[in-house]
């Protein structure tokens, strides 16, 4: 059974930065593009980005394009997402995603990780 | 403002049929990039409910079906049950923003 489990999430200042994590189990992660993709507090859906299974190719939403990098480490089985210059408009839960079918669709996910950006 | 458009609400009594339409553009649903639907619990993550326009994964009731055509997809849910009360959101890539678009999410009240 393919399962996600998203961590690091929390509290931050505006301007600060934060690491989360998606541990990855169930299935063989080396093989499978990964996605993040944010719920803002009683909004809907937002692709943020997603990599390939090399960790070569990388693609970002234009919202946080130059401030988040998404990476992987396939020995490690877990994906991660650096977001610095972190503003109020990027709180939110963060989920991680894979799919059968390359980058856009996403058949299994994990149950997110709260990020808060307040002073 | 989603780059596909949803209605923000449905509703049907149990029993019922409910349609929930997706609309996009020539760069996206139009461009013949396929349509993903997915069922969210609040609360929870969410569920892939149909793939490729009109795919049910394993698991997934037949009540559950999904159509596609020129710029638009659509979601009917039939024998409305209780716990088909949701939200549901339509996606699909986009070439012009070279990345997935979701819909801006509708939810479903079952009467």
């Known amino acids: 059974e393919v399962q996600l489990l998203e961590s690091g999430g929390g509290l931050v200042q505006p301007g600060g930065s934060l690491r989360v994590f998606c541990a990855a189990s169930?299935?063989?992660?080396?093989?499978?593009?990964m996605t993040w993709v944010r719920q803002a507090p009683g909004k809907g859906l937002e692709w943020v980005s997603g990599?390939?299974?090399?960790?070569?190719?990388?693609y970002y939403a234009d919202s946080v394009k130059g401030r988040f990098t998404i990476s992987r480490d396939n020995s490690r089985n877990t994906l991660f997402l650096q977001m610095n210059s972190l503003r109020a408009e990027d709180t939110a839960v963060y989920y991680c995603?894979?799919?059968?079918?390359?980058?856009?669709?996403?058949?299994?996910w994990g149950q997110g990780t709260l990020v808060t950006v307040s002073s | 403002q989603s780059v596909l458009t949803q209605p923000p609400s449905v509703s049907g009594a149990p029993g019922q049929r409910v349609t929930i339409s997706c609309t996009g553009s020539s760069y996206n649903i139009g461009a013949g990039y396929a349509v993903h639907w997915y069922q969210q619990v609040p609360g929870t993550g969410p569920k892939l409910l149909i793939y490729?326009?009109?795919n049910r994964p394993l698991g997934v009731p037949d009540r559950f079906s999904g159509s596609k055509s020129g710029t638009s997809a659509s979601l009917a849910i039939s024998g409305l049950q209780a716990e088909d009360e949701a939200d549901y959101y339509c996606?699909?890539?986009?070439?012009?923003?070279?990345?997935?678009?979701f819909g801006g999410g509708t939810k479903l009240t079952v009467l």
């Open positions: 995603a894979t799919g059968q079918d390359g980058f856009w669709r996403y058949d299994s």
């Open positions: 990599i390939s299974t090399g960790g070569d190719t990388t």
């Open positions: 490729a326009n009109d």
């Open positions: 169930g299935f063989t992660f080396s093989s499978h593009a």
């Open positions: 996606q699909s890539y986009d070439s012009s923003l070279s990345g997935s678009v």
